[in-house]
């Protein structure tokens, strides 16, 4: 069964530390794995997309890496902000389908206190 | 900023009624999805569309429909909500081919008493 885990379910950390995120997922065959920036009450915001032969990519202080092989996924976050509080949502997507069809984690809550 | 727009953003409609969530986008995106999303969940796709006159539910059962007649705007209706509707719904879209970013719109929240 296609898969999505994320950990942990919740993090609080201080304003200005630095923070990682996990994804371990059994989506297979994979095609892409991509990190989303919710905040509350809004829709997700694209923050990296990854293909199999990219083991990391960076977004301004979004830092995210691909283990492929052990399939698993982090996002690191540099000196947090208080913008930052937010759900992560790591989404892997399939190449089993025309639809490329995406499995959804349901994300870490993060909040930045200052 | 994704150029993808719903309404309304939030909603309180009683048992029974119809209702016509909007979803509008200026990209040109082919592809078109909704998905259903309740708190601390993860998002579950509901229905999706390839470009015109193309319609497809998705992984989640829903009593909802779509329609999509015009590549910018892809409307979901229910006919007859019921209180187990109550969730948020967020539209998204996409070009065409794999890999591409996938923009979301704020989402309707629609609760039904």
């Known amino acids: 069964k296609n898969q999505v885990e994320q950990s942990p379910q919740s993090l609080i950390i201080l304003e200005g530390k630095n923070c990682t995120l996990q994804c371990n997922y059994t989506v297979s065959p994979f095609s892409n794995l991509r990190w989303y920036k919710q905040d509350t009450g809004r829709g997700p915001v694209s923050l990296t997309i990854m293909t199999f032969s990219e083991n990391t990519k960076s977004n301004g202080r979004y830092t995210a890496t691909l283990d492929a092989d052990t399939k698993q996924s982090s996002l690191h976050i540099t000196a947090s902000q208080l913008s930052d509080s937010a759900s992560y949502i790591c989404v892997v997507s399939d190449r089993g389908s025309t639809l490329g069809r995406l499995y959804f984690g349901r994300g870490t809550q993060l909040t930045v206190w200052p | ?113």
């Open chain 2, 1 to 113: 900023e994704a150029d993808i727009y719903q309404t309304p953003r939030y909603l309180v409609i009683g048992t029974g009624k119809k209702i016509t969530l909007e979803c509008s986008q200026t990209m040109g995106h082919d592809k078109m999805y909704w998905y259903q999303q309740d708190p601390g969940m993860e998002l579950h796709l509901i229905h999706y569309s390839y470009g015109v006159n193309s319609t497809e539910k998705g992984d989640l059962s829903s009593e909802s429909t779509v329609s999509r007649i015009r590549t910018e705007h892809f409307p979901l209706t229910l006919e007859s909500a019921r209180p187990s509707h109550t969730s948020q719904y967020l539209c998204a879209s996409s070009p065409q081919g794999e890999g591409n970013t996938i923009y979301f719109g704020e989402g309707s929240w629609l609760t039904v008493v």
